[in-house]
């Protein structure tokens, strides 16, 4: 979200933190450095997503193919989601 929109991404992260992040901890359902990892993994896994060659890369390659056989690629999407 911070990727689209600066505001949504801060609200975002607000509403994690505080509705899902710290009442997990409270119950003790996970650790702080649990929390903490989860969000460093997730951060450098939307940065290295995010980039602009691995953007066009698979970008391309789906567009490629929802020209090539559009009702197949539909279906497979749909089936993946």
Do not use: Q
């Amino acid at each position: 979200m911070c990727f689209i929109s600066w505001r949504a991404g801060l609200i975002a992260l607000l509403y994690s933190l505080f509705i899902i992040c710290l009442p997990r901890i409270y119950l003790g359902l996970h650790y702080p450095t649990d929390i903490l990892g989860g969000f460093a993994l997730g951060a450098l896994v939307s940065y290295c997503v995010n980039r602009l060659a691995v953007r066009r890369t698979c970008t391309g390659r789906l567009l490629e193919g929802e020209k090539a056989a559009p009702g197949s690629f539909y279906v497979a999407l749909f089936i993946v989601s």
